[in-house]
């Protein structure tokens, strides 16, 4: 976590210093800027050796801050880093007796876009994601049975993440921004350099609105 605080403290410098530095246009499309914002995630996971697991999606919660850097006047890029709550729902019946179950994962979650822009105030996005699994709370109940178990990870070694590939759109209202994003885990990666293919893979929606700086 500490090296996730220098990381952002580095990049809002950055910014600092080139918002110092750069004669910026009144036009929003070649402005850097620096934003908030927070919504809601509606996430799953899928069975990705096709057996018969089958989930139900929940919602949870999402914030943090982004930075929009102009290549000129349409493209552009858009780090992120957001706190971002996952998981699912799962229900049945096992020996004649109903369960359900509810996993809830806390990711850092830190999406680096490739933005194009065909206009001021849309922009659209695609690229990669790195997440960080912080904390999982796993709810079981069953019977007479109520269970809840909480794990917290450590995140000392960046290398070690899930890499995902996640892509949406912002529609972009004087100083708000309104986002739409979906997302799907692609590997693991181990932080020695090995990559697996996760079993179970995260996939989500997200809504947020924000405010640019």
Do not use: C, H
């Amino acid at each position: 976590m500490k090296k996730i605080g220098i990381f952002l403290v580095v990049i809002l410098l950055v910014v600092i210093n080139a918002k110092a530095q750069t004669k910026l246009t009144t036009e929003s499309r070649n402005e850097i800027s620096l934003g908030l914002r927070v919504g809601a995630n509606y996430s799953n996971v899928y069975d990705s050796e096709g057996q018969d697991f089958v989930a139900n999606g929940k919602f949870g919660f999402t914030a943090g801050g982004f930075i929009v850097i102009p290549l000129g006047e349409v493209f552009g890029l858009q780090p992120e880093v957001l706190y971002s709550q996952k998981g699912f729902k799962s229900s049945g019946t096992f020996l004649g007796t109903a369960y359900s179950m509810t996993r809830t994962t806390d990711f850092i979650d830190v999406p680096i876009f490739f933005s194009i822009k065909p206009d001021k105030k849309i922009s659209l996005l695609f690229g990669p994601q790195f997440s960080y699994l912080m904390k999982q709370k796993d709810a079981f109940t069953g019977g007479m049975l109520n269970s809840n178990q909480k794990e917290q990870f450590d995140n000392s070694n960046l290398r070690k993440n899930i890499l995902g590939l996640t892509g949406g759109a912002d529609i972009n209202i004087a100083f708000f921004v309104i986002g739409i994003r979906a997302g799907w885990d692609v590997k693991n990666n181990d932080g020695d350099r090995n990559t697996t293919t996760p079993r179970y893979k995260n996939m989500w929606y997200q809504a947020t609105i924000g405010y640019k700086f």
